[in-house]
């Protein structure tokens, strides 16, 4: 979530972002798209980020716990983990799931 893959400059289609991301946030009500610069900016002035066409909180793109992984996450299970010869699977500690039970 805390955007270091873009940073680094790593390829959108070679990352999936299973718990989300902080780089982008969306209008709850109309899902408009807003930059994490803007979403700062509301919260260092004190302002609960609102969307400003309608009205609705506007959320960072981040997974809270009870909310359901990104579809990215479980199409790409589906075709890449066939192909793999090597699979690294690193920041988890594998104890929740579905991230637990990757490795089987």
Known sequence: I???EHV????AEKLVEAHGTFRIAHCL???KEYS???VK???FADRIPN???????????????????????FQLI??????CDLLIIMGTS???QPFASLIN
């Open 36 to 38: 994490q610069e803007w």
């Open 94 to 96: 594998l104890n929740v």
């Open 2 to 4: 805390d955007t270091l």
């Open 51 to 73: 969307c400003p066409s309608c009205s609705g909180l506007v959320k960072p793109d981040i997974i809270f716990f009870g909310e359901s992984l990104p579809t990215r996450f």
């Open 41 to 43: 900016d509301e919260i």
């Open 8 to 11: 680094a400059k790593l390829p």
């Open 29 to 31: 009500e109309c899902r």
């Open 78 to 83: 589906q075709s890449d983990f066939p192909k």
